[in-house]
């Protein structure tokens, strides 16, 4: 199972099961980098599940016609994705006394994110501390920002700020670690905290990473409404500012910003800028609404990125002299 290959559209996670027996009637052991390879199947498998129900024979034909049932067979596949990755590391990792560390479970993190709707409740349960201590794994940026994909990819902003500000270090504004650092205008920002318990997580909290404040920005976008109460969730206008915050405090940090995080802020802008966002003004024009909010978000983006490019230079001119 080389890795990084195109998946055939029959493929699906049971594939790796049968390789393993394969290579147990042939007298091969499976080492590490099989299980991982396996693992990156099931990603890629559920990953791709909406696209091969549509293409499906079976996926029936017309925009609207059965459309639930095509729904419900993605779920499906998705779960039994989620079960045979988690077999390959409880049952059949464990019966070659292979114990999973750092990447297994980011690989299990990425079968979660993956699956339609994203797995949370197994994404939460990989990173709980004391899972990981019994694995004798270590909380790290890698296995966190994991978890915030999962919640970034399900739309619940809310709570990936909330793992951001109570399971992450603090960094001052030199970029180096500050415990005593408060970030509680995050939470502030998305409604107050969730989980009570998550603040009192007593474990080793790691620094974030760039891939940490792109995960946030694009958890702006990915944002969605609770069908049960549309009214509870943040405004565009809120997640707007929010993405942007995240991304000054990014730059403040001493992170450098790439493609994807600007790239993340322009997907922002296109998802709550200016049509798909809520009048800032009641009673005003919404002709003349849409634009003040379309020039507040040029703005925005204007500023942030003139931020950027005057921190470079300082810092090419400390260098340089």
Same mark, same amino acid.
């Given at each position: 199972?080389?890795?990084? $290959?195109?998946?055939? #559209?029959?493929?699906? +996670? @049971?594939?790796?099961?049968?390789? &393993?027996? %394969?290579?147990? /009637? ?78 297994? $479970?980011?690989?299990? #993190?990425?079968?979660? +994110? @993956?699956?339609?709707?994203?797995? &949370?409740? %197994?994404?939460? /349960? ?196």
């Amino acid at each position: 199972l080389p890795q990084h $290959v195109s998946m055939p #559209l029959h493929a699906d +996670a @049971s594939t790796g099961l049968c390789v &393993l027996q %394969a290579m147990h /009637a042939v007298g091969v052991s499976p080492n590490r980098q099989t299980f991982h390879n396996i693992l990156e199947l099931c990603a890629a498998v559920a990953k791709s599940s909406i696209q091969r129900a549509d293409r499906s024979p079976t996926a029936p034909i017309g925009p609207n016609c059965g459309r639930k049932n095509v729904v419900a067979s993605v779920e499906r596949a998705s779960q039994e994705v989620l079960a045979v990755s988690m077999a390959v590391v409880n049952s059949h990792m464990a019966a070659e006394s292979i114990v999973p560390d750092e990447e297994t $479970v980011a690989l299990q #993190l990425r079968v979660c +994110a @993956s699956c339609t709707p994203p797995a &949370l409740s %197994a994404a939460i /349960a990989l990173v709980d501390p004391n899972e990981l201590q019994r694995k004798g794994v270590t909380p790290t940026t890698k296995l966190l920002n994991g978890l915030l994909a999962v919640y970034s990819r399900a739309g619940d902003v809310a709570t990936a700020f909330e793992i951001f500000s109570t399971r992450y270090a603090k960094r001052s504004t030199s970029g180096k670690p500050d415990v005593d650092r408060n970030l509680d205008d995050f939470d502030g920002d998305v409604g107050g905290d969730l989980h009570g318990n998550s603040a009192d997580i007593k474990s080793v909290r790691p620094l974030p990473s760039r891939g940490t404040y792109n995960i946030l920005i694009s958890a702006c976008a990915r944002a969605v409404k609770n069908p049960s109460s549309p009214d509870s969730g943040p405004t565009s206008a809120a997640l707007l500012q929010l993405a942007f915050d995240a991304y000054k405090q990014m730059v403040e940090e001493g992170i450098s910003p790439d493609h994807i995080t600007l790239t993340s802020l322009l997907h922002v802008c296109a998802k709550h800028a200016p049509t798909n966002a809520l009048r800032l003004v009641p009673g005003k024009d919404e002709a003349d609404e849409e634009r003040r909010h379309t020039e507040r978000v040029i703005a925005l983006f204007e500023a942030s990125v003139s931020d950027v490019t005057q921190k470079r230079e300082k810092a090419a001119l400390a260098r340089a002299g």
